[in-house]
């Protein structure tokens, strides 16, 4: 099973970027495309609700070692910050580490950004991420930054690229699990 949840919800708006766009908007939307592109090839994809807390979230992931989980954000920082990158959990399997570098330099591409890499939940900010804690192949893709001028014009004119790349990987990954 794949799950795919917007890292912010409506009542949890996470960063606010250039022209005040808010990072739950955006990994909503996003969430939904890549949700429309799995389920036209055919694949299951459950989503997340759009105003549940991560714990209530997490709580509905009926998490096995078949579910791929992927909690899609955006990330800020100063106005020159470019660039995607995927977390992974710090216990990654080969899987992870694979199917999170053909995301982030797929967005890379089609985006036109740098690729800052894949990286381990203990190199975040917060040094350990709730979503890593369950089971399966567990990514959480950065996808630019919202605080950068460039990066979000970048993906704007490139969304729909994105929400595609994003949505086959999963479905490989998913492949992978069968």
């Given at each position: 099973?794949?799950?795919?949840?917007?890292?912010?919800?409506?009542?949890?708006?996470?960063?606010?970027?250039v022209?005040g766009?808010?990072?739950?908007?955006?990994?909503?939307?996003?969430?939904?495309?890549?949700?429309h592109f799995?389920?036209?090839?055919?694949?299951?994809?459950?989503?997340?609700?759009?105003?549940n807390?991560?714990?209530?979230?997490?709580?509905?992931?009926?998490?096995?070692?078949?579910?791929?989980?992927c909690?899609?954000?955006?990330?800020?920082?100063?106005?020159?910050a470019?660039?995607?990158?995927?977390?992974?959990?710090d216990r990654?399997?080969?899987n992870?580490?694979?199917?999170?570098?053909?995301?982030?330099?797929?967005?890379?591409?089609?985006?036109?950004?740098?690729?800052?890499?894949?990286?381990?939940?203990?190199?975040?900010?917060?040094?350990t991420?709730a979503?890593m804690?369950?089971?399966?192949?567990?990514?959480?893709?950065?996808?630019?930054?919202?605080?950068?001028?460039?990066?979000?014009?970048?993906?704007?004119?490139?969304?729909?690229?994105?929400?595609?790349?994003i949505?086959r990987?999963?479905i490989?990954?998913?492949?992978?699990?069968?």
């Open positions: 099973m794949i799950y795919l949840v917007a890292g912010h919800s409506k009542s949890d708006p996470g960063a606010i970027g022209g766009v808010k990072e739950s908007e955006l990994a909503m939307e996003l969430r939904d495309k890549i949700a799995i389920t036209s090839k055919g694949y299951k994809v459950t989503l997340d609700n759009d105003h807390s991560l714990s209530q979230v997490i709580a509905r992931i009926k998490s096995t070692e078949s579910c791929v989980i909690d899609i954000h955006f990330n800020a920082g100063p106005a020159t470019t660039g995607v990158e995927t977390i992974i959990p990654s399997t080969a992870e580490r694979m199917i999170a570098g053909l995301i982030t330099s797929g967005i890379a591409s089609a985006m036109g950004i740098r690729s800052r890499g894949v990286k381990s939940e203990k190199d975040t900010a917060r040094k991420l979503i804690k369950l089971s399966g192949i567990n990514l959480l893709p950065e996808i630019c930054f919202v605080s950068n001028k460039s990066d979000m014009s970048a993906y704007q004119a490139n969304k729909d690229k994105v929400a595609e790349v949505a990987h999963l490989t990954a998913e492949d992978l699990l069968k």
